[in-house]
């Protein structure tokens, strides 16, 4: 599994330096989800046009996953950066670049088994 997060850290990373940083880059395990991981993304980048921002960023997880991982990910989800639960999210976790790691907690109205944050922030055009 931690080979896996190290590959979505490098995504994020990628598409950090390639688009614009990320508000939200996480992988949540949901109670309901039959061990298949949903990746939860925020940017600003995302806001213009969601349907190309999803394109990008499954077409760089396919670059960086091999079939064993990719049959892993259930979906990916845009979370809009004025959502209250992503506000409350941040204030929970606060990481860039790295890995924050938990279990059993409820975020976004759903039970999470386990999640592995990537980068979770504040949005600093909003924080002005």
């Known amino acids: 599994m931690m080979e896996m997060i190290d590959k979505f850290r490098e995504i994020e990373s990628s598409l950090s330096q390639e688009k614009g940083e990320f508000n939200l880059f996480a992988l949540f395990l949901r109670e309901d989800s039959a061990n298949k991981w949903d990746l939860l993304v925020?940017?600003?980048?995302?806001?213009?046009?969601?349907?190309?921002?999803?394109?990008?960023?499954?077409?760089?997880?396919?670059?960086?996953?091999?079939?064993k991982d990719l049959v892993n990910l259930s979906r990916?989800?845009?979370?809009?950066?004025?959502?209250?639960a992503l506000e409350a999210f941040h204030r929970a976790i606060s990481v860039e670049h790295g890995s924050a790691e938990i279990q059993?907690?409820?975020?976004?109205?759903?039970?999470?088994?386990?999640?592995?944050?990537?980068?979770s922030r504040k949005n600093t055009a909003e924080a002005r």
């Open 42 to 67: 925020s940017a600003d980048w995302i806001v213009g046009n969601k349907s190309d921002s999803l394109q990008i960023i499954a077409k760089k997880i396919q670059e960086y996953l091999d079939k």
């Open 76 to 84: 990916i989800v845009l979370i809009e950066d004025d959502n209250p």
């Open 104 to 119: 059993e907690s409820t975020f976004f109205g759903l039970h999470i088994k386990h999640a592995f944050i990537i980068t």
